[in-house]
């Protein structure tokens, strides 16, 4: 078990530079099998999420190679295999293989994917997809059989929004014969991201970062180059981060309208944000006011940083009031906020939080990664010693943690237990 120790309470300046996004490279890296060719992808974030779809490369016989922020990805020799339940229940992002390989194969064995145990996250929408261009799908407890003889495409209207079902259907269709329409379609900007990628690569993609996608099937695709955009969850974290406790902390390398609906929340609440085209200043906000937050998808406010942001509403004046509409067990982090000294009553989808609250060091517990974010930001504005442990789970997705973190003056390490 990894365990972060953090001696908090410590004025953090300078600047952080943004990442590539995870919920992009994600994608991206399986949707590169979709060409024979050698496709390069730059501002690859160095987490661990990438290290284990590179072993599941690895495992398809795909040829990879990784420079400090670049992937080079081969997959003249792909082979069709089911990949081993302890290489794909590692990520949600796994069963972006399955589409990928059905465009290629026209058949796929895949199980149940894994990632973050924050709800019971089905897959039902993206089967739907396989099945309205023509696949058969086989449940065999977590395993999954999908074929098909040819994969025509149709119009599938999704019963929600979902990320992973609108990116699974565009790569899916991406090869199939014929027009696919993924009607009320997600529109979060990586999904914009693995659009263009394809488009570049040959594909016929139109209506990306819209709730009407329309791909057009073509018989093959090429290789790219492709440089991936900033994490917009790694933006806002250290956005919210620079709230608490930050002076004059920047974060670089950012693309400040998909932060948007944090910083429209930010300042509502009266924080002290500068607001460019691609940084963000923070400062420690005194006189923070209570709010109301509801998660939605993109363009609303985004769950994955409900949890970071309810760090700062226990530093806020009043009640501030949450409700979590995407996922049903978002606040894992509450409790050991209110063991560090919050007041956060929470059920079901709602939280209130009474504050402000001031925080103490303690031991605590990060039960998935954005629960993980959000004791880490406690654990930089509390007096005395936070340990976290089970931080592998915050690894997944903030590169060069403890580098970023101590540069910008936290006094942070990490260690095997
Ligand atoms: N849903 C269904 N059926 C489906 C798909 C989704 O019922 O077939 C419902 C579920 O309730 C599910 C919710 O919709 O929990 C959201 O699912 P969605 O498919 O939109 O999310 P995802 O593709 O599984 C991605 C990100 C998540 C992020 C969500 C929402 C990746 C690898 N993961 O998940 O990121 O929370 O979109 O924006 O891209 C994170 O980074 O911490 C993280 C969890």
Sequence with gaps: MKVLKIEGNNKLSGSIRIGGAKNSAVALIPACILTGNLTTL????DIT???????????????????????????KNLENKLIPAELSCKLRASYYFMSALIA?????????????????RPIDQTLKIFRALGCSVIEDGDLFHIET??????????????????????????????????????????????????????????????????????????????????DRIETGTYVILGCLI????????????HVKSLTDILIEMGADITINDESIVANESKNLMGTTVV???????????QQPLMTLLTQAQGKSHVTETIYENRFMNCPYLNKMGANIEFHDREATVLGP???????????DLRAGASLLLAALKAKGTTRIE???????????????LTNIGAKISIYDE
């Design 295 to 305: 998660t939605k998808g993109y363009p609303g406010f985004p769950t994955d940083l």
């Design 357 to 367: 609250n001031k925080l103490k060091g303690m031991d605590v517990v990060a039960t």
């Design 149 to 230: 003889k040819e994969l025509i495409g149709n119009t599938v209207e999704l019963d929600m929004p979902s990320v992973g079902a609108t990116i699974n259907g565009i790569i899916v269709a991406a090869l199939a014969e014929g027009v696919t329409v993924i009607k009320n379609a997600a529109r979060e900007p990586e999904i914009e991201d693995v659009c263009e990628l394809l488009n570049k690569m040959g594909a016929k993609i139109t209506g990306a970062g819209t709730s009407t996608v329309k791909i057009e099937g073509v018989k093959e695709l090429d290789g790219c180059f492709h440089n991936i955009i900033p």
């Design 49 to 75: 999420d990438i290290t284990d779809l590179e072993n599941i490369l690895n495992y398809l016989n795909v040829e990879v190679k990784r420079g400090s922020s670049s992937i080079v990805i081969d997959p």
């Design 42 to 45: 730059t501002n690859v974030p």
């Design 104 to 120: 290629r194969f026209h058949k796929v064995d895949m199980y149940f994917p894994g990632g973050c145990k924050i709800g019971s």
């Design 246 to 257: 930050g002076n004059y902390l920047s974060i670089d390398n950012v693309n400040s309208e």
């Design 390 to 404: 089970n931080a592998e789970h915050i690894l997944r997705g903030y590169e060069d943690l403890i580098e970023k």
